[in-house]
């Protein structure tokens, strides 16, 4: 979703679990954020997270576009942060006015509670405690665009290549800053969202320029 839209439903920074804040826009361009309503005092809820940590883990290990957003229900401060430093993902800071509000948002009457929302910001699954720990659950989420790999392999690659001109060693890299400058530019687009370092469709572009 939209960084401006992300930053109005959480607020501009998010805290993590180790008590250090990031700012909001830099998950902005994730497919589907979880809002985790939980609190310390709940026992379902010191149940169910670890299970949704579990999830969580191994979304991020097989790179999809997934990200969990916890909204604080706990009495106090001291109360949330002990309880957010066991969880793997960020929080809306317990002094924002987005933790007060949100549970009303989502008519949140119970927790644990688990709601869903897409890059639009519209609510995809208002109830998703079981939904997110099916089988098939982490398989259909989007793969998440990694910049740093995708950026290391392709020029690694071409400067390793010997038998490459400079003429089409600089082509070639041109390519690979023309497709990345696409998907910065259109992060909300599909095609660009779940474009990663193996897609045949990138590597054709940068052979063809290499090539010719």
């Not at 398989?139 to 400067?159: E, H, K, R």
């Amino acid at each position: 979703m939209s960084s401006s839209l992300l930053q109005s439903l959480c607020g501009p920074v998010l805290r993590l679990p180790t008590g250090e804040t990031t700012e909001t826009s830099s998950i902005a361009a994730t497919e589907i954020v979880g809002l985790y309503f939980s609190a310390h005092w709940c026992p379902p809820c010191r149940a169910f997270t670890p299970r949704l940590a579990t999830v969580y883990s191994q979304a991020k290990q097989k790179g999809k576009s997934f990200e969990i957003i916890f909204v604080s229900l706990d009495r106090d401060v001291s109360q949330f942060e002990g309880y957010h430093s066991g969880m793997p993902w960020p929080a809306i800071p317990y002094n924002a006015k987005e933790r007060q509000f949100l549970p009303g948002v989502h008519k949140v009457n119970s927790v644990p509670r688990l709601v869903f929302l897409n890059k639009t910001g519209s609510v995809i699954n208002a109830n998703a405690n079981q939904a997110a720990l099916q089988p098939s659950f982490i398989p259909g989420l989007a793969d998440s665009v990694d910049f740093d790999t995708m950026i290391d392999n392709y020029v690694n690659a071409l400067q390793a290549d010997a038998s490459l001109t400079n003429e089409k060693r600089i082509a070639g890299l041109d390519t690979v800053f023309k497709v990345l400058s696409n998907i910065i530019n259109n992060p909300l687009n599909p095609k660009y969202m779940k474009l990663k370092k193996s897609n045949e469709v990138f590597k054709s572009k940068v052979s063809e320029l290499v090539q010719s």
